[in-house]
Structures are given as C-alpha cells and as structure tokens.
C-alpha cells in the first residue's frame, strides 16, 4: 500500500516533536537537579556557618564573663591591697575629706603680729639680722628643767607642765631614770627589736640603751625672735635629729597645709611646704589627709570636728601644749578655751614630766621600731622637735617607748608622736636633715601638713 506523502511528513514531524520534547525534559531534569543540588549545598554551608557563628559568640561570651570574674577578681585584690596598705601605713607610724580651700578660713592670731597661718607669711624684716653660728663642741643650748607644775587657768585650759613650779634639774647628757647605764650602742642597729614576739626584759634593755650621751656637733641659728639649735645624737643603732627651738612669742610656731588647701588628696613633700612658707625649721605634721576622723584645727579654725580614738595634741595660743582625750570634749569647746592648733594622730608620749607610753604599746605590729617624728615642750615658748631615721643599714629605728625615753631625756614636759615611718622628714635652713624613706630612691613622701617655725 502506498503511503501519502503527508502522512510521512507528519509521522516525521510527530516523532522530531517526542524526541525534542524527551531532550528537554532531560535537559530540565538535569538542570533543576543541578540547581536543587546547589541549593542544598548552599543551605547546608548556610547551616554551618549559623552553627559556627553560634559556637563562637558562645565562645565570646565565655571569654567576656572570664575577663569580667577576672575584672571583678583584681579590683577585690586591689582593694584589699590598698586596705592592706593603709593599715600597714597605720601600723608603721603613719596616717582622707573633698578638697576645700583652707585660706579663706584663716584669721589674725590674737594679740600677734604675725598670724602663723596657712598662708606661712614670716617676719621677715624682724628676722633680716638673723645669722648662722657654728659649734663644734659637742653641746646643745637645752635647758632642761623638768618636774610637775600646776595647770593654766580654766579660761584657756593649757597646761604645758612648766613654769616657775619645776623643781626637777637634769643635765642633757644625764643617764635615763629608766635604768639606763648612760652607755650608747654604735653601729647598723643590728639588735633585734621588731617583730611580733615580745620580751618585757629585751624591751626595757633596748630602751635603756637610747640616750642623750652620744651627741655629735651642733649648728645655730639666732635671730631677735627665734634661735634654733641642731644637734644629731647617735644612739643605739639610730641616728636621732633634735632642734631645740626658743621663741620670743608663739606667733613664730606655725602650721601650713600641703598647697595651702585643706583636703583629703592634697599633699606635697615637707621640704616644698617648708620653703613655700619661707620656714627656717619644719617637720612633717599628723598627715590629717589619711584618716576619716580625728580633730583638726588650725590657726583657731576647725576643719574637721569628728573625734577620733587617738589622743589629740593641743597647742594653745598662748604657745602652751596639753594632749587630751577627744571623747571628753568638742573640737569647737577647746577652740573656745584657746587652742590655736590640734593634731590627730598619737599617742601622747610624755605628760606632766613623765612617760605616758608603756614597753608593749606597740604589741602585735610587724615592726616596731620605725622613723619617727615628735614635738614636745620644755618650758614656756622653749620646743624640741626630734626625727629619728630608720628602716635603713644605718639606722633601724624607735620603738614609741624608746621615743618617750628620749624626749624625757630631753627634759620635756609634755611631748606628743606625730605622723611616722616614711613620712618623718626634718628640714633646716633649707635642707633636709633627716635621711627620708618615703619615696622611690629614698626620696620624701608627700604629706597633707607641716609644723614649722617662721
């Protein structure tokens, strides 16, 4: 049978059709599975990326919680460093309120013509004749006369333990009355007096071995108001620097805050006070700037009126010296009875002529033998300022009894320990007497006040 032409070309194109129309479903197949397989990939690396991603911000988060307990585990440390060091301070013989300016406080001393403030002006012209004598043999101008006296009048409250009721004489160079046998001890204070371990005997022996005997040479000054005389003393293992200071009037034994300000954080070094004030001696005073409590006044102006547990010492404007116990009365009631300036920090070392300190004062601390720094009264307008060295090859220190020994050696009445250990700086005629041990390179710690004469 013979097929149309038409037929053929349509059973042609009908099976060109199937075969284009398989190719492209193959085609597309293949096509979509690529892209479905490419999606999935996509999606799988997606997947991992989010788990990585997740993994690692919980890594971060770890390391930000250890970096914070770490954070917080430091600042505890450095807390509790910081409460370490200030009660080591405390314990070696050392002692914070916001800054206020303590100039605009301050008033004219009563019946002075110089008000001895915290600006540290001097009397200059009364002093321009002043001159500088030298000696070499060996002696102090101190006149000690001790012994119990009768107390001040109720209006000012003073009692500077002096006057013409003393009936006790002692020569400077005398042997202790605490059994010392006048001997003094040469050399790097090799005994061993710190330490928490005490031994009543080893103490008193210790103690009576600290006396006036060994004095080196002395150097003067004098001027029509104010004569000072310097004299070091070497004894048992310690080098102890004294200034005996007699003044015409009180007005010339003055105070000074570190850059004239009153504040918890305001200090400079006692030699930068001393010659911003034009100061012929100072010393460091009771650092008030370390400690939350404790009377101050200054100048007849009360700073702080929160009492401390520490005796207070109280120089009166008459010049006069008494230490009393805050808790009996108010920083205002002893401004009221005359007391020109009060430190805080103690303890009392000598009162009405005798030691007011025991061997174990000091029981219980690391090191008891320190630098320290002292101020006492003899007589009427007549001052000793005393700093021992310490803590160095040369020089190991002073228990606080062995301070009050000296003192008494020195024939004081009333006598009082100020600020210690590295604040205890001495400075005459502008130049640091003392060896300091405050500082890097044994340079002076920065303290909050000086005492000092102007």
């Known amino acids: 049978m013979k097929k149309h032409p038409w037929t053929i070309a349509f059973t042609s194109c009908l099976l060109a059709f199937t075969v284009f129309m398989g190719m492209d479903t193959f085609v597309l197949s293949s096509a979509y599975q690529t892209d479905a397989t490419g999606m999935n990939t996509e999606m799988l690396s997606q997947a991992e990326v989010s788990v990585n991603k997740a993994e690692e911000d919980e890594t971060d988060q770890k390391d930000e919680e250890d970096q914070d307990n770490q954070k917080a585990e430091e600042s505890q440390e450095n807390e509790k460093a910081a409460e370490d060091r200030k009660n080591q301070k405390s314990a070696d013989g050392e002692t914070d309120e916001d800054s206020v300016s303590g100039a605009s406080h301050q008033r004219e001393k009563p019946g002075a013509s110089s008000s001895g403030g915290s600006d540290g002006s001097s009397s200059d012209e009364q002093r321009s004749s002043g001159n500088k004598k030298q000696s070499s043999d060996g002696t102090s101008s101190v006149t000690e006369e001790s012994g119990e006296s009768g107390e001040s009048d109720g209006a000012s409250g003073s009692s500077s333990g002096t006057g013409s009721g003393s009936s006790r004489k002692r020569k400077p160079g005398g042997p202790s009355k605490h059994g010392s046998d006048g001997s003094s001890k040469q050399g790097s204070g090799s005994s061993s007096k710190s330490g928490n371990s005490f031994d009543e005997e080893e103490a008193a022996a210790e103690a009576a071995l600290v006396t006036t005997d060994n004095a080196g040479n002395s150097e003067t000054y004098e001027d029509d108001n104010v004569k000072i005389t310097y004299t ?54 009771d650092y008030y700037g370390v400690q939350e409590k404790g009377y101050v006044i200054r100048n007849g102006i009360v700073y702080r009126d929160q009492a401390g547990e520490s005796e207070v010492l109280c120089v009166y404007a ?106 205890s700086t001495m400075v005459f ?25 102007g």
């Open 232 to 285: 070091q003393y070497t004894t048992n293992g310690t080098t102890i620097h004294v200034a005996d200071v007699q003044l015409s009037s009180a007005e010339y034994l003055k105070t000074a805050f570190a850059e004239d300000t009153y504040g918890k954080n305001v200090t400079e070094a006692t030699s930068a006070i001393a010659e911003a004030h034009d100061a012929i001696l100072a010393i460091n005073g």
């Open 318 to 423: 008459d010049g006069s010296m008494k230490i009393v116990d805050p808790s009996t009365v108010t920083a205002q009631e002893l401004v009221d009875q005359g007391v020109w300036q009060a430190f805080s920090f103690g303890p009392g070392l000598v009162e009405d002529g005798e030691i007011s300190v025991s061997l174990d004062s000091e029981v219980g601390r690391a090191k008891a033998s320190n630098p320290r720094t002292a101020i006492g009264i003899i007589d009427d307008l007549h001052y000793v300022f005393v700093v021992s060295d310490g803590r160095t090859d040369d020089s190991e220190g002073l228990s606080l009894y062995e301070l009050a020994s000296f003192m008494d050696q020195l024939g004081v009445q009333t006598a009082y320990n100020l600020d210690g250990g590295g604040s």
């Open 429 to 453: 005629q502008n130049q640091i007497i003392n060896n300091p041990t405050g500082g890097l390179g044994d340079r002076e710690r920065e303290v909050s006040d000086i005492v000092y004469i």
